[in-house]
Structures are given as structure tokens and as C-alpha cells.
């Protein structure tokens, strides 16, 4: 059984303005996820800036997270390192914490061969009984999971259950699922990519977009799930144009400027990352005022 199926989004770390987490306010977006339909939160992953914090602070957030949330949906805390001993460190006191689930991204900077990859992946899985959805995006760390080397740790590691892919190549994903022969959890790393990754068999999304249209992205896939794939393509289509936007800038740059226009954070980023530059953050606000975001 799947650890969730729908839209997880990938949450913002709401900061104050001098870069301390702020609490109150991250109570206020999941708090906002769950009223509007989220069907899982993920925290502490590329969105929620988990590579500029602690290993103590990042552990505080999910634990702030899984206090709030209360079970109410699912948790799935982000876990990954490019060391595989600070990965089985995260993994386990996540675990401890009581999340239900770990996404674990690929080794990034040092990268690892597919051998290595398999390695990491089993050494991770084995340190606890929580799922593990692995992650996939090389575009960030330079580190490609090969369909192959998925379908082996699905086969062969009881705990590791599902894929993020965000590496945007449909033809890999379309051979994961025939390897795997569609036993696998495959979620849409890729906001514009909802749609037709399910139609290759996956369950749902862990979305960016979620945090500033949860409901919307929650029907994209409930739409397609329940059978009626033509509204799901017309949303997925309507916000083209706003997941566009997200993403002229790096993530999470953009979605935290939207969320402050919201009044969900300060919009404050921690470096190496900087605030939105003003063109850009024009051209994202004139989206979402003429869709009635704002």
C-alpha cells in the first residue's frame, strides 16, 4: 500500500526575516495543506531548504511538523546526504520521530556510480522499518538513477517503495514502470509532468505548486485517478503558465516569494540562495492576480 496517493507537496520552511525558522507560521501553511486537500506533506526536502540546515534544526522541523500534523495526513520527511552515514542518521531519528515515510535523494556533489547508488539506497532502507520513496532529480546533483538500478532495490529491499522522478525524461520513466512491471510507487517530481506520469501508472505528485494551489493540484490527480482525465489535463494546462513562473528562478526562490505575497511567510531565503529578482517577481504576481490567486 502505497504511503499516500494524490498530491504531496513538497513544503516551504517559513523563515523570519533573520533567517530563523518561524514556528507559528509553518503551523499556518500545513494547517493550510490539509483544509484544501493535501494528501501528504513532505518536509524538510529541496523546497523546505534542508541543505542549509543542521542536522538538529532539520530534525526540530519534522518534528514540529509531525506534532501539528497529528496524523491527520501523512508525513514524509526528507533524508538524504551525499554522505551515506549522515543519511542512516536522518533516516533513523526520523523514523524515531514517527514519520511516515523518508524521501531520500541521491548522493549529490560526490555522486556515486549505479553500484553505489544501489549501496546507499540499501544501507539507508535497512536502518529502519519507515518506507523510503527515492528521489530523483539530477538536474541538482548530477546523479542519475537508471531505470534498472530502480527496479532492482524495489525487488530486492522490502522498504524502499516508491520514486520521485524529476529527472523530466519520460522515456525513463516509461521504463521504470516496464521493469518494474508498475510495482512501484512513482510520483511526478515535475509540476508540468502530473498528468502524464500518471498515465504511465503513477500516483500522484510531490508538488511545489501545491503550496500556492493545494486544492487545484489535489484535483489534478483526483480528477485522473477517478477517471476523468480531461479535467485533469485542462488544469494541469491551466497553470502552466504559474508552474512556469515557479521556476524561472531556483526552487524554492519563487514559491517563497508567492507564499510571502500570501501572507504564509516572510519570503525570506537563506544563502547561497537570494530574494526573487523584480522582474520576475512582477511577471509572477500578474499570473496569479489575473488567475485570482491573489
Known amino acids: 500500500?502505497?504511503?499516500?496517493?494524490?498530491?504531496?507537496?513538497?513544503?516551504?520552511?517559513?523563515?523570519?526575516?533573520?533567517?530563523?525558522?518561524?514556528?507559528?507560521?509553518?503551523?499556518?501553511?500545513?494547517?493550510?495543506?490539509?483544509?484544501?486537500?493535501t494528501d501528504s506533506i513532505i518536509i524538510c526536502g529541496t523546497t523546505g531548504e534542508a541543505s542549509t540546515m543542521s542536522h538538529d534544526e532539520q530534525l526540530e522541523v519534522v518534528k514540529a511538523c509531525v506534532d501539528h500534523v497529528n496524523k491527520r495526513i501523512p508525513v514524509i520527511?526528507?533524508?538524504g546526504s551525499n554522505c551515506t552515514k549522515e543519511a542512516i542518521y536522518l533516516a533513523e531519528k526520523s523514523a524515531?520521530?514517527?514519520?511516515?515515510?523518508?524521501?531520500?535523494?541521491?548522493?549529490?556533489?560526490?555522486?556515486?556510480?549505479?553500484?553505489?547508488?544501489?549501496?546507499?539506497y540499501t544501507e539507508i532502507a535497512k536502518s529502519s522499518?519507515?518506507?523510503?520513496?527515492?528521489?530523483?532529480?539530477?538536474?541538482?546533483?548530477?546523479?542519475?538513477?537508471?531505470?534498472?538500478?530502480a527496479a532492482k532495490l524495489v525487488k530486492e529491499?522490502?522498504?524502499?517503495?516508491?520514486?520521485?522522478?524529476?529527472?523530466?525524461n519520460i522515456s525513463q520513466v516509461a521504463n521504470i514502470m516496464n521493469l518494474t512491471q508498475g510495482d512501484i510507487d512513482l510520483y511526478s517530481g515535475n509540476d508540468?509532468?502530473?498528468?502524464?506520469?500518471?498515465?504511465?501508472?503513477?500516483?500522484g505528485v510531490i508538488s511545489v505548486l501545491s503550496n500556492v494551489v493545494p486544492a487545484d493540484t489535489h484535483e489534478i490527480v483526483a480528477s485522473f485517478l477517478r477517471g476523468d482525465v480531461k479535467?485533469?489535463?485542462?488544469?494541469?494546462?491551466?497553470?502552466?503558465?504559474?508552474?512556469?513562473?515557479?521556476f524561472c528562478e531556483v526552487n524554492p526562490i519563487p514559491v517563497k516569494r508567492a507564499m510571502a505575497e500570501l501572507g504564509y511567510c516572510s519570503g525570506a531565503v537563506r544563502g547561497p540562495l537570494?530574494?526573487?529578482?523584480?522582474?520576475?517577481?512582477?511577471k509572477m504576481i500578474t499570473i496569479m492576480k489575473e488567475m485570482n490567486i491573489l
Open 157 to 168: 529491499v522490502d522498504t524502499i517503495v516508491g520514486i520521485k522522478e524529476a529527472s523530466g
Open 274 to 282: 537570494t530574494e526573487m529578482e523584480p522582474q520576475n517577481a512582477e
Open 96 to 120: 524515531q520521530i514517527g514519520v511516515d515515510g523518508l524521501l531520500v535523494v541521491t548522493p549529490y556533489y560526490n555522486k556515486a556510480t549505479q553500484g553505489g547508488l544501489v549501496k546507499y
Open 1 to 37: 500500500m502505497a504511503i499516500f496517493e494524490g498530491a504531496g507537496v513538497a513544503l516551504i520552511t517559513p523563515f523570519k526575516t533573520d533567517g530563523s525558522v518561524d514556528y507559528d507560521k509553518l503551523e499556518k501553511v500545513i494547517d493550510f495543506q490539509i483544509e484544501n486537500g
Open 77 to 79: 520527511a526528507g533524508a
Open 129 to 149: 522499518d519507515t518506507p523510503v520513496i527515492m528521489y530523483n532529480v539530477p538536474g541538482r546533483t548530477g546523479c542519475n538513477i537508471a531505470p534498472a538500478t
Open 231 to 246: 479535467k485533469s489535463r485542462e488544469l494541469q494546462i491551466k497553470y502552466i503558465d504559474l508552474i512556469n513562473a515557479l
Open 192 to 203: 508540468d509532468q502530473i498528468v502524464p506520469i500518471m498515465s504511465l501508472g503513477g500516483k
